[in-house]
């Protein structure tokens, strides 16, 4: 209510304000269906609450997962430390587990915070024609 007031929205803020005492005319009505009606919401708030609760891992289980905290937050990320996995198939006579090899070499690389090396293995990767998706955590042979 204050927001709208600070906003100049006085349709809004009335619009509200009647729709509360429709509420406070109903509840005082029929104050068994209005209490009814908060302990179904309020039991479903709480069903929800604990449904998504039971669905996130713990903060500390999540961040051991990563060997960067703030991608622990991220809810969609795959953890570095899970590695790089091939996407596609390899194509005839090309050297996928070269290529694989310096993929991991890499990680180990960007685990360790050696950047320069994961750079320098990136150039020789890209060099053998493979694709490098850090967001997914993948790689492919380009054709």
Do not use: C, H
Not at 109 to 119: H, Q
């Amino acid at each position: 209510m204050r927001k709208l007031a600070r906003n100049g929205e006085e349709a809004m803020a009335r619009k509200r304000i009647d729709s509360i005492r429709a509420l406070v005319a109903e509840e005082e009505a029929n104050p068994e269906a209005a209490a009814e009606r908060k302990a179904t919401n309020t039991a479903a708030f709480k069903a929800a609450r604990e449904a998504a609760s039971a669905k996130a891992s713990p903060k500390e289980e999540r961040a051991k997962e990563f060997t960067n905290p703030r991608a622990a937050n991220a809810l969609a990320a795959k953890p570095l430390k899970a590695g790089y996995s091939l996407k596609g198939k390899v194509p005839e006579g090309f050297d996928g587990a070269a290529a694989e090899a310096l993929v991991t070499e890499r990680t180990a690389a960007k685990i360790a915070r050696n950047f320069d090396k994961a750079d320098e293995l990136q150039v020789q990767i890209v060099a053998m024609g493979v694709r490098l998706d850090d967001r997914r955590r993948t790689w492919s042979v380009q054709n």
